[in-house]
């Protein structure tokens, strides 16, 4: 049974990694692209529930850590001729540093406090980036399709040799990281460390009489939301091939806190379905009416509606489906 | 000197602006513990709706004015009625999730209806300075000071002397004991809803004047009314109006006199108090600390 149980995770896995590996062969170079965006969110999310899910500190400001790892990556392309897939550790070492700094100070906010300090922080982003001209582009950003040769935008690459569009190339980068990211949030969270978030989450008191300690936990699980966001926000500035501070807007950080509630805080299929919410309700806004403004009520009414009828996310409608069947399984087999 | 001094006046009239909002902001969060995301955007809404009624339809400024606020007290009561009370009793983060809804819903709402050109909206006070002490100030910020002024009295009037008031008063302090009492807790708490549109509403229209109207009109000054709200102590009435004028004050010399900070670096300087208050105060000027059980 226990083995059973280890087993079925690893198999959807395993099925997703082969969805995933074989999707870029029946859909258009267009739609590859998308997905690639899909998995970026991914991997910004998978982070954020590390933070928000697991540990309940709700931030409204990751678009600002996916900011620094996007201009890690696009600083060191451009002035300093780093090829793009290098930068991305990198991007996820720096924005993973800026999180685990700004974690000490947010040791002390809790609550709508650390929302309001995180949401301040998204909003002031372009801000900063515009101050700081002469090392971010300042308005004008920083182009890095100027420079093919640090990137696959116009020198195609080649696997094992074939040769790869840009747009299957980014999706296979994007997917084959954000898999892997989420291996790494999984082994992260189902031992120790795991068990401590979930304890801060839900008692900050009780955990910490059980010899949990606050600050070395909470910093831990900024610096790993923010790393992650890093890296999303690396392969973002690869994918479009241009920053600029517009590039990372709030409403970036306002989407990420919504994927991961839509999501449902937890399992790998709600974090997919937060992705793709995020990436094509802007999308199926547009479908509804194109007029402008008309998107932005269409989705602001649906995220309301949807914490009306689903306030526990599709991980929490995955879970009520299953308690579902097996009730009805009981009551067919007794 | 006197342009310290009137550096000093104007930032009292846009720190007065920052405190109407800021008040708003602390109403909603006595009452029900929540902050409000969208309390910027609903009044972004508002102040459309006083654009359109004298642009569009002729009307005076302080008639309009007035219609706008009603609009505004039963708007911010409706939604709390049909859309917060509801998501109420879920976790924190659901509550937000709500108001970030309605954020992004007002934002699409305005562009939809009235379009995202920039727009010159028409300052009711007339044109002029008078000068007092040597310190040549404008009659629009006299204006406005004035306005904030008789609102929070208006208030606070409210709040002290009316038994409706101690009964709102009463189902934020404790909603449980208002209840065995016979105050109808969840209509005090619409009803401080509305209060709160109405403040937001008078704010984007002071502010509209002097910053132009667009869709975006409120994004920063909502920041600045967080800053102000926690620099006066987030429950407290009287902190979020001396919290607004300090900041706005504050924020006017800086970016007067330091060259670096500038007019850019205002926001993340407002960003820098959040910061700075909630780690060496988390409770402000004027609040008190929460103790609370486990």
Request: with cysteine.
């Amino acid at each position: 049974m226990t083995r059973a149980r280890a087993f079925v995770p690893v198999l959807a896995f395993v099925v997703l990694a082969i969805v995933v590996a074989v999707v870029p062969a029946f859909v258009s170079a267009f739609r590859a692209q998308q997905f690639a965006y899909v998995a970026i969110y991914l991997i910004a999310i998978i982070g954020l529930n590390v933070l928000t899910g697991y540990t309940g500190q709700i931030s409204l400001g990751h678009g600002a850590f996916m900011a620094i790892g996007g201009y890690t990556t696009a600083i060191l392309m451009a002035n300093h001729g780093v090829k793009d897939i290098w930068t991305i550790p990198l991007a996820g070492l720096v924005a993973g540093a800026a999180g685990f700094l700004f974690g000490i100070p947010a040791l002390r906010l809790s609550g709508l406090y650390l929302a309001l300090a995180t949401f301040a922080i998204a909003v002031s982003m372009p801000a900063v980036i515009k101050r700081f001209e002469g090392f971010t582009g300042g308005g004008t950003g920083i182009n890095l399709f100027g420079i093919p040769e640090l990137t696959a935008s116009l020198t195609p690459v080649s696997i094992l040799g074939r040769e790869l569009s840009f747009n299957d190339w980014l999706y296979y980068l994007c997917w084959s990281i954000a898999l892997v990211g989420y291996v790494v949030a999984w082994l992260l969270l189902r031992g120790r460390a795991g068990r401590a978030l979930r304890a801060v989450r839900d008692s900050e008191t009780a955990a910490q009489s059980s010899g949990v300690s606050l600050p070395r936990y909470k910093t831990l699980a900024f610096g790993v939301s923010a790393a992650y966001a890093g890296v999303a926000g690396s392969l973002f500035a690869i994918a479009t091939t241009y920053v600029n501070p517009d590039t990372f807007p709030v409403a970036l950080s306002i989407l990420l806190l919504v994927g991961v509630v839509v999501g449902g805080l937890g399992s790998l299929v709600g974090l997919i379905a937060g992705a793709i919410f995020i990436q094509f309700l802007p999308i199926w806004s547009q479908a509804v009416s194109k007029s402008p403004g008309a998107p932005s009520v269409v989705s602001g009414a649906l995220l309301i509606a949807l914490m009306f009828v689903l306030p526990m996310g599709v991980a929490g409608l995955v879970e009520r489906l299953r308690l579902l069947t097996r009730r009805v399984y009981h009551r067919s087999s007794s | 000197m006197a342009d310290f001094m009137q550096q000093v006046v104007a930032g009292l009239a846009s720190g007065s602006i920052y405190a109407a909002l800021a008040l708003a902001l602390v109403l909603i969060h006595r009452a029900t513990g929540v902050i409000n995301f969208a309390q910027g955007e609903m009044a972004t809404f508002s102040t459309y709706i006083a654009w359109t009624l004298t642009t569009n339809h002729g009307w005076a400024y302080w008639p309009a004015f007035a219609v706008t606020l009603g609009v505004s007290f039963l708007g911010g009561a409706a939604i709390h009625q049909t859309i917060i009370r509801p998501n109420e009793k879920g976790s924190l983060l659901r509550v937000v999730i709500v108001t970030i809804g309605l954020l992004i819903l007002f934002n699409g709402l305005v562009t939809w209806i009235w379009g995202g050109e920039v727009r010159a909206v028409q300052s009711p006070f007339p044109a002029g300075t008078t000068e007092i002490a040597g310190v040549a100030i404008t009659t629009a910020d006299i204006g406005t000071i004035a306005v904030v002024v008789g609102t929070v009295a208006a208030l606070w009037a409210l709040f002290q002397y009316t038994k409706l008031g101690l009964a709102m008063r009463a189902a934020a302090v404790n909603p449980a004991e208002a209840r065995l009492v016979g105050v109808r807790v969840t209509w005090m708490l619409s009803l401080g809803w509305g209060l709160a549109a109405v403040l937001g509403a008078v704010a984007g229209m002071l502010a509209a004047p002097s910053v132009f109207l667009d869709p975006n009109l409120m994004a920063a000054l909502l920041i600045y009314a967080f800053a102000a709200a926690v620099l006066g102590g987030i429950d407290s009435p009287v902190g979020a109006v001396v919290g607004g004028l300090t900041l706005g004050v504050g924020l006017n010399l800086i970016g007067t006199y330091v060259d670096f900070v500038g007019a850019d670096l205002r926001l993340p300087v407002a960003l820098l108090v959040i910061l700075v208050v909630l780690l060496v105060k988390p409770t402000g000027i004027f609040g008190k600390a929460e103790v609370r059980r486990v």
